[in-house]
């Protein structure tokens, strides 16, 4: 258990986030001590914005997000971290939870904090389709945790991890074509790590995990409660999975005629 107070950085990962960016900055006012701001050569307004906000502002070339994540963890100046992204917001219960870790009012016994995110999609809040209470750690000792992924980054933990109360507001994809173009995007990545970790009966795969993924998302995690979006996050979730085994076989067949 720490005594006393701590002090907190808060780091975000941003590329062309003109439009979300100051939402987020915006949320962090008086929720942490520094704010890092890492991007990744964005062509737009938000290196201005970043700097506007008075945040510490660098710039790094990006090859995946668990490597752009941890090199913006050691920009910070304070052993906690709060990771935030562009499209995210600090709700205000959050806000207050923070402030009581900030000022000593609530004992700290763990190494990092799990926070639920609540998402915004299609003109409403997820409350299910797999989409809530998703819980992610997101405060954290910069010393005992570390981003693994190239991308769905996820964070490895030594130590503790225990839960804070209040709620990430994430403020996802603008709509259902940037939903696609995102999933279209990812599949890339995806797909390379199929090939890479020799994932054998892709056809298999390809056959029966976009259906499975379907009912999980509509029937099994009642998405069928969210609506239009719940159908929406259902059916875009399964051609997600199918984009990622179609190129990955595609990977594969191409492999032999690369090596030649």
């Not at 003109?123 to 989409?131: D, E, F, N, P």
Request: glycine letters at 6%; a positive charge; charged letters at 25%.
């Amino acid at each position: 258990m720490e005594p006393g107070g701590i002090k907190i950085s808060a780091v975000i990962i941003t590329y062309n986030e003109e439009d979300r960016l100051p939402d987020a900055l915006d949320s962090l006012q008086g929720a942490v001590d520094e704010i890092i701001v890492v991007d990744s050569y964005s062509t737009d307004r938000t290196p201005e914005i970043a700097r506007q906000a008075r945040a510490t502002f660098y710039q790094n070339r990006f090859e995946d997000y668990g490597q752009q994540k941890n090199i913006a963890m050691q920009k910070a100046s304070h052993d906690w971290i709060l990771n935030l992204d562009a499209d995210e917001r600090v709700s205000p219960e959050l806000k207050r939870s923070i402030s009581d870790l900030k000022e000593g009012n609530i004992p700290i016994k763990a190494s990092a904090y799990a926070i639920k995110r609540k998402t915004y999609y299609l003109g409403r809040w997820i409350r299910h389709s797999g989409w809530y209470p998703d819980r992610k750690i997101r405060l954290f000792k910069k010393n005992a945790a570390t981003w693994q992924g190239r991308i769905h980054e996820s964070l490895k933990v030594t130590g503790v991890v225990a839960s804070l109360p209040g709620e990430i507001l994430h403020f996802t994809y603008r709509d259902i074509g940037d939903h696609i173009r995102r999933l279209e995007r990812y599949s890339t990545f995806l797909s390379e790590e199929i090939i890479s970790q020799k994932k054998k009966c892709l056809i298999l795969r390809l056959l029966v995990l976009p259906p499975v993924t379907f009912l999980r998302h509509y029937f099994w995690r009642l998405g069928f409660l969210d609506g239009f979006a719940g159908l929406v996050i259902a059916s875009v979730s399964s051609w997600g999975t199918a984009m990622k085994y179609f190129k990955a076989i595609d990977l594969k067949r191409s492999a032999p005629r690369q090596a030649k």
